[in-house]
């Protein structure tokens, strides 16, 4: 092989590596996120008094969805006028809840300083 078949070579090949290490270096993540950012996860959720089937959380900082304002609750064969009240965990701060009405109830955040819990991990839902 001649010398210059060789420098060709080696260019080439030091081309093909430089493109194939940008490859796994692009773009798509980033670490400029908050380190409070909501990335995905789970909240866990017990029940005592009734059967949940559904539960709707709502967010005070769109997008960022780390502050929960509010916990929309829906029961299933619960009758109107029963108690809810939840205890949640992870953060601080209580909600207040409405009574059940048309198999639902809606719990608010009383937190007077923030507009939202922060840091929510488990929600224990007791209905009476």
């Known amino acids: 092989m001649r010398k210059s078949q060789k420098i ?3 260019l080439g090949l030091g081309a093909a590596a430089l493109a194939g290490g940008t490859a796994f270096t692009g773009t ?4 400029t996120a908050p380190t409070t950012q909501f990335l995905g996860g789970t909240v ?15 967010f005070a900082n769109a997008p960022a969805n780390t502050e929960v304002s509010s916990i929309a609750l829906t029961f299933a064969n619960t009758a109107d006028g029963h108690t809810v009240a939840v205890a949640p965990a992870g953060g601080t701060g209580s909600f207040t809840c409405s009574a059940v009405s ?3 109830s809606t719990c608010t955040f009383d937190g007077a300083a923030d507009t939202g819990y922060a840091g929510l991990t488990s929600l224990d839902v007791t209905v009476s």
Request: glycine share 12%.
């Open 8 to 10: 060709a070579l080696a």
């Open 28 to 31: 798509g993540l980033a670490t």
């Open 44 to 58: 866990s959720q017990s029940v005592t008094g009734a059967t949940l089937s559904g539960v709707d959380y709502s």
């Open 102 to 104: 048309n198999n639902a």
